[in-house]
């Protein structure tokens, strides 16, 4: 894994919000925070704790830091999430940009909500934080059906057909 991939993983996973987003704008406020179903309850709990747990790999890699994990009540609309998403989208940009090949293996220790604490190169807790966001994005999209709104495909594959080749 290289620096590199870990931009094009996160690009991807920004790319995919967007088209998410626009399918968000859609819902009415109580489709946006009603209990449908998965871990999470609503499509805000959802992404709430997507944008939080990424916030966190941030402040764990010694980027931004997040404090305390974000509250789902903070952001009652879906542009308030939104909002603020682009702004850990920032801060998570602005933090790739600093890393070299050297910085992402490095070890990192961190502890998880249970209070148990481990170790991972920086990379690996990067690499996991996107993949968590491609999880979580799939159960929206899940929801989002449920309430009636079809998000479209945002595959992998259609981010590299839409991006121009490097």
Request: glycine share 8%; no cysteine.
């Amino acid at each position: 894994m290289t620096v590199a991939d870990l931009q094009r993983a996160f690009d991807y996973n920004y790319w995919a919000n967007e088209k998410l987003f626009a399918v968000l704008r859609q819902l009415t406020p109580e489709q946006f925070t009603q209990p449908v179903a998965g871990s999470y309850g609503s499509v805000r709990n959802t992404l709430v704790h997507v944008m939080s747990a990424e916030w966190g790999w941030i402040d764990r890699g010694g980027g931004t830091s997040r404090g305390p994990a974000l509250v789902a009540t903070d952001y009652p609309t879906v542009e308030a999430l939104i909002e603020r998403w682009r702004q850990v989208e920032s801060y998570m940009r602005a933090f790739l940009a600093t890393l070299n090949e050297q910085d992402i293996e490095n070890v990192r220790e961190f502890s998880l909500a249970q209070g148990t604490t481990h170790s991972m190169r920086l990379g690996e807790m990067l690499h996991h934080a996107a993949v968590h966001g491609v999880h979580h994005r799939g159960q929206v999209s899940l929801l989002l059906r449920a309430l009636g709104h079809a998000p479209g495909n945002f595959d992998i594959m259609f981010y590299y057909l839409e991006r121009p080749r490097i």
